[in-house]
Structures are given as C-alpha cells and as structure tokens.
C-alpha cells in the first residue's frame, strides 16, 4: 500500500521561508518522478513542480524562489520555499507517477499517488 505523506506547512508572514516535506512509503521510490501541487480555495489543482532522474522543473509564479529536492535513500521529497507571497497561500500535495518530468508534469491526471496535504498560509 502506497503512502505518501506530507509536513512542514504552517503560518509564515510574506518574504519568509518555508520547507516541506513528502514522506513516501510502499513504491519504488526512485522509479517515480515526484511532483509538488498546491490548491487555493476555489481554485483548480496547480502544478508547482516537479524532480526526476531528468532534473527538476517549475511553475512561472515559483522559479526562483523555490527548490525543489529529494533524498532516494530516505523515499523523501522536499519544497524549500523562499520570499514566499500571499498568493503562494494554498493546500500543498506531493505526487507520484512512475515516469519523468516531461512536458505535461503539471496535469494532476497524470499521477498515480497522492499525499494528503500540508496547509501553507501566507500573511501580508
């Protein structure tokens, strides 16, 4: 049984920082390009990015600001957020397909596991 699990959320005023973390158990980790997504209130599901063997990709409204990782040996992905802003405020989940980050990463449909979400509220 596939779980994925998330942490690190939490209450940060703009310009701070932020790490998340995605715990991942029951697959083969390094089979799987990993992904971090995020949902505002009545907003659609956005892809914020994406790491595999390939490299790592982002969304326009995050590139620069933040990193993503991961650590194989520990089945652990990682968001470090920096200068985060008000709009960044969201559910955050991790996400699994066994592939890579090709040009369709930020469509939810295409992943085959989900966490559960860590919350993220950013205060102006």
């Known amino acids: 049984q596939v779980q994925m699990v998330e942490s690190g959320g939490g209450l940060v005023q703009a310009g701070g920082s932020l790490r998340l973390s995605c715990k991942a158990s029951g697959l083969r980790f390094v089979d799987y390009a990993m992904a971090w997504f995020r949902q505002a209130p009545g907003k659609e599901r956005e892809g914020v990015s994406c790491i595999a063997w390939s490299g790592g990709r982002y969304a326009d409204s995050v590139e620069g600001r933040f990193t993503v990782s991961r650590d194989d040996a520990k089945n652990t992905l990682y968001l470090q957020m920096s200068s985060l802003k008000s709009e960044d405020t969201a559910m955050y989940y991790c996400?699994?397909?066994?592939?890579?980050?090709?040009?369709?990463?930020?469509?939810?449909?295409?992943?085959?596991?989900w966490g559960q979400g860590t919350q993220v509220t950013v205060s102006s």
């Open positions: 996400a699994a397909f066994d592939g890579y980050c090709s040009g369709s990463w930020m469509s939810p449909e295409r992943y085959n596991y």
